[in-house]
């Protein structure tokens, strides 16, 4: 008799068998096993299914839905309104300088490492350190203290632009910040369009910080009726409570797009990745034909020499690349982690920084052509024209728009595209924070990942509402300058780069990435991670630390000792965990000190990848006499 061999794989010619072929694929429900002797006799036995990891996390749709999320998460308000800011503040075409030297030797690397190590281990930001190093476990812990920092502080901006928003329809056909007819206005209170009205004004008002010339109908109305700014931290005065009741809308906006998870709203990034483009287009062709533009636009690309020489200029470029590239978050790494293991991320991660910094070049036109303007009708200066602060965007903007014809209408499409771009950052950044914490703990938080997500958000809620108080925007500003950028987030950049590339090691870094996609990085990349961005990123640190110069609001206002204290402290609550943990885990392991050294700088690895289908075709034998009959168990 034939004796019949029932096996997994493909065809396969086995001497004195019939072959039978069936498939088998992981079982996701119990199942009953019965196996039959020779003899007749059945035995029984009930199999545990499976849980393939994959599932339980999700997946992208598609191939672009991954590219169209990194561009989402990375090109925001970081572009659009930190980057301008930024700019202006440190001298214009200095700023660009650092910022480009960091983009090329930090920021395009560490990019793509990020994300490339993301999908190599299928894990966010909070474990992928660990996994990889585990006595800087600590890196894992800090990004997720500078994440939740960045969510909650970041929600602010979008409560700002829902609030414009809201009052682009109160006094239609025109805008509330059009003229100096309004309860909040101020004698200084000036709308003109050329050089000699500005000059009649006189400067014999009391005007709130620093400012010694006349002020814009737009001006005015982001300090007194949106912020109702007070004279200092010192005095938060009461509740904007608009702004607050803004606040609770854009979290509500926020936890509907992530409740189901971001791999589920990849359809939604489609759209909000592509429509700022098409708004902002549109602003630069009318802000460059402004009368005084061009003074703005030189300005923006001409360098003062004389700013390099200080720390402000390399510590702002080089943080706001990982800022407006998401580096440090936990975010790229999350994105990646959702990728099949196989996918080529290079191609995905040098598009999405070229559209970055193309996007922030863009913004930066925008707004200081509009800077020029403002300058050439107040009768001064391009440098001195506004107070630098977080506020520019809400400065600049709506000042451009009051040049177009149907001006609300812009106002709303404009305030429209800022709020998807808050809401698109800000859902990436929460979903970042709450896979890395979900990752580490995913017995006890995945099954629960909606109300975990709830409880999130209503914690940083209650954390932001101190930033809409009257006084809200100095503490904004000092979270802004401490939390998640600064030293902190290079502290975090520095150690995440060491543990890769050098303990874990970049040879080894480079056979993964072979591994997912079939080819090894260039020479470049492998330099960069290696010896270029390390040594950048701990000169920039060095170079700040010695050069230290506190946090202001615009030129003039300075913060009283016990504030800066605080933002120190706030930056010191993310950098300590690195040797924190790192101490605890030699202190805690088994063995020596000298023995967990060792051990805590060898990979612990979750594989991944799937082995070639030739490799995987792998027969399995069973006889005719051990026939197997499986059944689902309805139990």
């Known amino acids: 008799m034939t004796e019949r061999v029932y096996f997994w794989g493909e065809d396969e010619n086995i001497p004195g068998t ?37 599932v339980e996390r999700g997946g992208w749709g598609n191939k672009l ?158 300090d007194s009726r949106v912020l109702g700014i007070t004279s200092g931290i010192e005095d938060l005065g009461g509740m904007q409570w608009e702004l607050v009741g803004c606040l609770f809308l854009a979290w509500v906006f926020v936890y509907i797009i992530i409740w189901k998870g971001l791999h589920q709203s990849g359809k939604i990034i489609w759209f909000t990745a592509l429509f700022p483009y098409f708004v902002l287009i549109i602003l630069l062709f009318r802000g460059i034909t402004l009368e005084g533009a061009g003074e703005g636009l030189l300005y923006y690309v001409k360098p003062d020499w004389s700013k390099l020489a200080t720390s402000g200029p390399w510590i702002d470029g080089a943080t706001q690349i990982f800022f407006a590239y998401s580096v440090g978050t936990g975010a790229l790494p999350a994105l990646g982690s959702y990728n099949n293991f196989h996918h080529n991320m290079y191609k995905d991660a040098v598009i999405t920084c070229f559209v970055n910094t193309l996007t922030s070049l863009l913004a930066g036109c925008v707004t200081f052509s509009i800077l020029g303007h403002i300058a050439l009708t107040q009768g001064s200066t391009v440098s001195d024209v506004v107070k630098s602060g977080p506020g520019l965007v809400f400065l600049t903007y709506p000042e451009v728009v009051l040049k177009l014809p149907g001006s609300p209408a812009w106002a709303i499409i404009f305030f429209v595209m800022l709020l998807i771009l808050g809401i698109d950052s800000e859902f990436c950044n929460v979903e970042s924070f709450v896979t890395g914490l979900v990752d580490y703990w995913p017995n006890l938080l995945r099954p629960h990942r909606r109300k975990f997500t709830l409880c999130c958000v209503f914690a940083m809620f209650i954390l932001g509402l101190p930033m809409v108080t009257k006084g809200g925007a100095y503490v904004f500003q000092l979270m802004d300058f401490y939390s998640a950028s600064g030293m902190s987030i290079l502290w975090v950049c520095f150690f995440q780069t060491i543990a890769i590339s050098w303990i874990f090691g970049g040879d080894k870094f480079c056979s993964c990435i072979y591994e997912m996609t079939g080819r090894r990085p260039n020479k470049f990349f492998y330099i960069s991670w290696v010896f270029l961005a390390p040594a950048v990123m701990i000169g920039i640190f060095l170079f700040y630390c010695i050069q230290y110069t506190p946090v202001t609001y615009g030129k003039d206002y300075k913060y009283p000792e016990w504030a800066e204290v605080l933002g120190l402290l706030i930056s010191f609550s993310s950098m300590i965990w690195i040797p924190l943990y790192a101490i605890y885990y030699l202190l805690t392991q088994p063995g020596t000190i000298l023995e967990n050294l060792q051990n805590g700088m060898l990979p612990r690895i979750k594989h991944r990848g799937k082995p070639p289908k030739a490799e995987a075709s792998q027969n399995i034998p069973l006889s005719e006499s051990k026939a197997v009959f499986i059944y689902h168990d309805a139990t």
């Open 18 to 54: 019939e072959p039978i072929q069936f498939s088998a694929a992981k079982l996701s429900k119990n199942i009953k096993i019965t196996t039959t002797d020779p003899d007749g006799i059945a035995e029984s036995t009930v199999v545990e299914g499976i849980q393939d990891d994959e």
């Open 65 to 222: 839905d991954f590219l169209f999320s990194c561009i989402s998460v990375s090109v925001g308000l970081g572009n659009v309104w930190r980057f301008p800011y930024l700019c202006y503040k440190n001298g214009g075409g200095s700023f660009l300088i650092t910022y480009f030297i960091a983009m090329f030797l930090c920021g395009i690397p560490i990019f793509f490492q990020e994300v490339a190590i993301g999908q190599y281990l299928g894990s966010g930001g909070m474990t992928l350190v660990g996994h990889l190093c585990p006595i800087l476990q600590g890196v894992g812990f800090s990004t997720m203290i500078i994440v939740f920092f960045l969510d909650v502080y970041y929600c602010i901006i979008i409560a700002w632009t829902i609030f414009y928003l809201i009052n682009c329809f109160t006094q239609l056909p025109s805008l509330p910040w059009e003229n100096c007819d309004n309860w909040w206005n101020t004698d200084a209170c000036f709308k003109g369009s050329s050089n000699q009205t500005a000059l009649k004004i006189v400067h014999n008002t009391s005007i709130p910080i620093g400012h010694n010339h006349t002020r814009t109908p737009v001006e005015e109305y982001w």
